[in-house]
């Protein structure tokens, strides 16, 4: 199964918007934040929200 970016995009916006203090601009950092904060079954898509908000947090 694959995942949609728009899923993956959404999903990390509504974090940020929700918790932007909780993340950070570690990846392995923000693996477990976004295990601890939703219900994603997949580590796949976990790491990619997980590199999505990374990025948009290394860009800011």
């Given amino acids: 199964m694959t995942s ?3 899923d993956v995009m959404n999903i990390g916006n509504r974090l940020l ?4 203090d909780a993340f ?3 990846f392995s950092t923000n693996k ?3 295990q601890n ?4 079954s997949s580590r796949r898509l976990r790491n990619r929200i997980a ?10």
Avoid: F, H, L
């Avoid at 904060?37 to 994603?40: A, F, K, R, S």
């Fill in 51 to 60: 590199g999505y908000i990374t990025r948009k947090k290394q860009s800011n």
């Fill in 32 to 34: 477990q934040v976004v």
């Fill in 37 to 40: 904060m939703t219900y994603v």
């Fill in 4 to 6: 949609d970016p728009n």
């Fill in 24 to 26: 950070s601009t570690e």
């Fill in 17 to 20: 918007k929700q918790y932007p």
